[in-house]
């Protein structure tokens, strides 16, 4: 999503042609370097009838890391730098994606809003938060019960669509992230030798949520300006084009 508005609002914003910016991801999945070339993967050129990718080279954290001790950098002494703007702002609930549980608590923070009108407490749904591998909740929002569940690791992805299936249990809302502990325990994370490190990475992302002087999606004012400027609206044709996939 990121590139594919990258090379379409962000290229207007700053004039300059798509094909001309190099979109580089940097991620804690593998997947994404499969990801980055399939065919939905090109839209932000379409309109202009151009095959550019809408992100051009995936590199893992793990990647990254090693390329920054083999230019011996000490991330440490670098200056400080704002991001660029437009897209240079995020929220604490864009932070905790990386972890199970975090795009779920991330939503809820913005559907709670959507139906009574006023800001939930920012850790009110923190329920969803555990390394379990499978985490159950239930919520009062407006005049129904939510419940949720969220799972993390394939098989325990596999046995909960098998109990859905089955109607053994039922749920409003579910989250699946295919690594333990979510994306923290992602592939393409530096790897230590003997030790799993989500736990260790996961509460990092809840601290750093806690900082954030914005901790709600809906709150962020460049996505807002975004969707005035250029999307439209949720959903509507270009969001749809630029933000979706098939697959």
Same mark, same amino acid.
């Given at each position: ?9 962000? $290229? ?14 940097? &991620? ?38 090693? &390329? ?37 608590? $991330? ?49 325990? $992805? ?21 690594? @333990? ?31 954030? @002087? ?19 609206? @949720? ?13």
């Amino acid at each position: 999503m990121f590139g594919a508005v990258t090379k379409s609002y962000f $290229a207007e914003k700053i004039g300059v042609e798509p094909e001309k910016i190099c979109s580089i991801s940097i &991620m804690p999945c593998v997947s994404k370097k499969r990801e980055a070339i399939l065919s939905d993967m090109y839209s932000a050129g379409a309109e202009k009838g151009l095959h550019t990718p809408d992100v051009d080279i995936v590199l893992t954290t793990r990647e990254l890391a090693r &390329m920054i001790r083999a230019e011996h950098i000490a991330p440490a002494l670098l200056t400080e730098e704002a991001f660029d703007s437009p897209l240079g702002v995020s929220s604490g609930a864009g932070v905790i994606f990386g972890v199970t549980g975090g795009v779920m608590e $991330a939503a809820l923070r913005t559907a709670y809003y959507c139906v009574e009108g006023v800001n939930p407490p920012p850790d009110a749904f923190s329920d969803v938060r555990g390394f379990e591998g499978r985490k159950e909740a239930s919520f009062r929002l407006g005049e129904k019960t939510l419940r949720t569940c969220t799972v993390s690791g394939l098989k325990n $992805a596999r046995d909960l669509m098998e109990e859905i299936l089955r109607g053994e249990v039922q749920y409003d809302f579910v989250e699946v992230m295919a690594c @333990p502990g979510g994306c923290v325990g992602g592939g393409g994370q530096p790897i230590t030798d003997g030790m799993e490190m989500a736990d260790v990475r996961g509460p990092k992302l809840y601290q750093l949520d806690e900082k954030r @002087p914005l901790r709600f999606s809906h709150e962020n004012p460049e996505v807002a300006k975004l969707y005035e400027d250029y999307l439209g609206k @949720p959903l509507g044709e270009k969001s749809h084009a630029l933000l979706h996939t098939h697959g």
